[in-house]
């Protein structure tokens, strides 16, 4: 599969109050195929928004860092400044700060219509938008008056309208009810399968990383493990150390695992947990 | 008795404008000392303009809010006071912080509480022990921190005060698996040191289930349920319809009880599963 994100050994740090400079990355390679969907686990400050923010440009990494490509553009070249932005679509956690107008249409053309757009390639991509997060309804609705899996369904759409190849996803469920977050996910998901998104979720619900194709878990700015949701989420220790937990079914089987039960190890739904366990009923 | 009670309690926004909406219809509770209380609903269900009645922040349109059996409202220029007794721990209360160091930050309830500085100095220990908050940070500017370590010295900031009555809404929103450890161990620490009530609010079906002993459910201002978790949490497809969950232990073994197997209910935790699959094959062993 072709590479659409590519980080060689990028560094990272920030100045603090002091003076002082703070690495967050350090030499952090990382390289994210076309169309997949990636989830990257970590603890608060281990580096996970830092990385998101690098990836469109709104950072810069350090002058003695690698090259981090997009689609095979330089974020360092300026002059690709822009056109990173709006490859690389970010959404953030709280849908509040992330609206600006007050009528879903115009929150969704907000974006496209500063690109200059003919009228009805605006309304054209209105339309995609809204379709693509199943809130065609609410074309006409006040933004304030949605709920917050709304709103954030909103925010996606209006960084869909840009068209972007990569949609990089920063806690987006973290202030949203059961609902709300299944509305998101189940959004964010279709765009991967359907339209071939590339999609960057980043989140503290190990119950979201389930669901995804590959499962990165940073810690104090390196990767400690990439690889499926099953290998990941299989080796409690190294989630444990990594300050993560694990999704409650994946922690019910390796529980019975350890009193001794013969049960299948790589068990991350509801689902799988309810056949492996009715499974080893049976065989008992 | 009832150390909060609520009678009749209703709470309309702009009212006698075009965007009136009621935020809480005729709400009826009581909790009791040394209850956790765990208040799950969807977006707008009125969950946490409720919680902000609880400490007076918000005045009822109607009906009383009773606090250890008086009406807070019977005084208005006391109810700071009320304040003091019920500690609210806003959303994302790290926004809120806002002095030169943790330390002020943190004994600034009880400074306005009148306390000597003795007792300021000794509170604030205390509260900083309660929340892991080691010594060095105590003297760093709360903004020099990480969104983890502001979290808990705001939540800190109000166990400073030693209230009767600890709210918190969605203490554990963004933070990650180990804070949101941190914040739920605190939660049955401080009720079990304390006897204090702790009411919180969540989104986090497994939260509730494995600390509280009573949940309340909004929805669209009013008391849906207000009951025990096996009661609230064996009430599956009414949940659904609220845009609500169960725990994903508990959907587990609902489901395998749907195909025959059944090992019994009121599964809400791991240990719970654990323990009654471990019986269920030992059973299996004796009478086979």
Known sequence: METILS???????????????????????????????????????????????LLNGLYQPDQDSGPILVDGLNTRDEKNELEVRRRVGLVFQNPDNQLVTTVVEEEIAFGPENLGLPRDELQKRVDEALLAVDMQEYRNHATYKLSGGQKQRIAIAGILAMRPQILILDEPTAMLDPKGREEVLSAVRRLNREQGMTVILITHHMEEAAKTDRVIVMKNGQITADSTPQAVFSQPQLIRDAGLSLPQPTELTHRLIQEGFPIDKEVLTVEQAVAAISKMLKEK | MAFITTEQLTYIYGQSTPYEKTALDHVNISIEKGEIIGIMGHTGSGKSTLVQHFNGLIRPTSGRVLVDGVDIWERPKEIRSVRFRVGLVFQYPEYQLFDETCQKDIGYGPRNMGLSEQEIEERVREAAERLEIPNEILQKSPFDLSGGEKRRVAIAGVLAMRPDVLVLDEPTAGLDPQGRKTVMDLIERYRCETRAAVIFVSHSMEHIASIADRVLVMNQGKVELFDTVPNVFSQYARLKELGLNIPAVTEIFLRLKEQGIDVGKGIYTVDDGVKALSQLCQGRVHHG
């Not at chain 1, 060689?8 to 997949?36: A, M, T, W």
């Not at chain 1, 989830?39 to 400050?45: A, K, R, S, T």
């Open chain 1, 7 to 53: 980080l060689q050994h990028v560094n990272y740090s920030y100045e603090d109050d002091n003076g002082e400079l703070i690495p967050v990355l350090k030499d952090f390679s990382l390289e994210i195929q076309r169309g997949s969907f990636v989830c990257v686990l970590g603890h608060n400050g281990s580096g996970k928004s830092t990385l998101a923010k």
